[in-house]
């Protein structure tokens, strides 16, 4: 059972958000059907790179980061085992992979280099 998934290679250092118009077209029309509103204060002048710190509560969280961080790339923090098999489109998407209930001082570097390249990480600590 246990060697039917390669494991995740979590040194490797994050992608840029890849395919960018194809997860905005994903998310858009969901939040609009769905009449989600992003209201935000005091954020006039707050430019990239920055890290997004946000209360997970559903799987729309995700689009809603987006849209609020339109159009500007982000990098999300995700829990490896939801991309099981899925390495490839994890890093596609520009998805930091993270163990859960660990500390885990490589997270640290890896949102530090997002960053440093001038985009955005958005972290759902919980």
Not at 60 to 68: L, P
Request: charged share 25%; hydrophobic share 40%; aromatic share 12%.
């Amino acid at each position: 059972m246990l060697d039917q998934f390669e494991r995740i290679d979590m040194t490797r250092k994050p992608l840029r958000m890849r395919l960018r118009p194809i997860i905005w077209l994903y998310t858009f029309p969901y939040l609009i059907r769905h009449r989600c509103k992003i209201k935000k204060i005091n954020m006039k002048g707050i430019k990239p790179p920055y890290l997004m710190l946000g209360n997970h509560n559903s799987f729309m969280d995700f689009r809603v980061a987006s849209k609020a961080n339109f159009p500007h790339r982000s990098n999300y923090v995700s829990a490896i085992n939801g991309f099981m098999g899925r390495e490839r489109l994890a890093r596609f998407v520009g998805t930091i992979c993270t163990r859960r209930f660990s500390s885990d001082s490589l997270l640290v570097r890896q949102l530090r280099r997002v960053v440093q390249r001038g985009d955005i990480a958005v972290m759902y600590p919980e």
